[in-house]
């Protein structure tokens, strides 16, 4: 490429990629100086795309995404998604999967990712996603008033959830909890009928 000032734009170069630079003066015709000592550099990445999700654990999330040409390392940003953006968290890792630990459970967070070329310049930002933590196991079960028919079930609610399923068998029956034994409430309370009088029971809540 030939210019007639001290500055140029190199254009339609691949991402990621390296290239090195020799400048020559010209002087008219076919005269040229000497070459220049060679200068490379490395183009910015593209930000990784097909960010996914997929919620492992009350605590973790796995994200997903494809490889970048020429990314050397990956840096995903993260946040619970009801916070600002100035509690953005990062962690860096050479290729997908990343697996973020230590996260609150039932608990809804915002995810982007960037590359990072080989030197350390960061890509723009990946689309924004979220992701859900699995909320916490109810706890503090206990049957708080029975009649002859019917027992109050009630637990402590659990951080994330929106609903709870209890479901109830015979005591030493060897029969396994089954949907048609079973509740599905809002609420951290529930009234089982139909009992059979003077009968003992076990339950499972989730």
């Known amino acids: ?102 996260l609150l459970s039932g608990t809804l967070y915002s995810f982007y990712a960037q590359s990072i070329n080989i030197e350390g310049v960061l890509s723009s930002d990946s689309e924004n996603i979220e992701g859900s933590t699995y909320p916490s196991e109810p706890l503090n079960g206990a049957a708080i008033a029975a009649t002859e028919t019917s027992i109050d079930v009630s637990w402590s609610s659990s951080r994330g959830a929106v609903s709870y399923y209890l479901q109830w068998k015979l005591t030493g029956s060897g029969d396994d909890f089954t949907s048609e034994s079973s509740i599905t409430t809002s609420s951290t309370e529930a009234e089982v009928k139909q009992l059979l009088p003077g009968t003992l029971y076990d339950f499972k809540l989730h």
Request: charged share 15%; no cysteine; proline share 5%.
């Open 1 to 102: 490429q030939t210019v007639e000032s001290t500055t140029t734009d190199l254009t339609s170069l691949v991402s990621g990629s390296t290239y090195q630079v020799i400048v020559y003066s010209y002087g008219g015709g076919w005269f040229n100086s000497k070459a220049s000592s060679p200068v490379s550099f490395t183009t910015i990445t593209l930000p990784p795309p097909n960010l996914a999700t997929e919620t492992l654990s009350e605590t973790a999330i796995r994200l997903t995404w494809d490889d970048v040409k020429g990314a050397q390392d990956y840096r995903i940003a993260y946040r619970q998604s009801s916070e600002d953006v100035q509690n953005v968290k990062f962690y860096t890792i050479n290729s997908s999967p990343a697996i973020i630990n230590n």
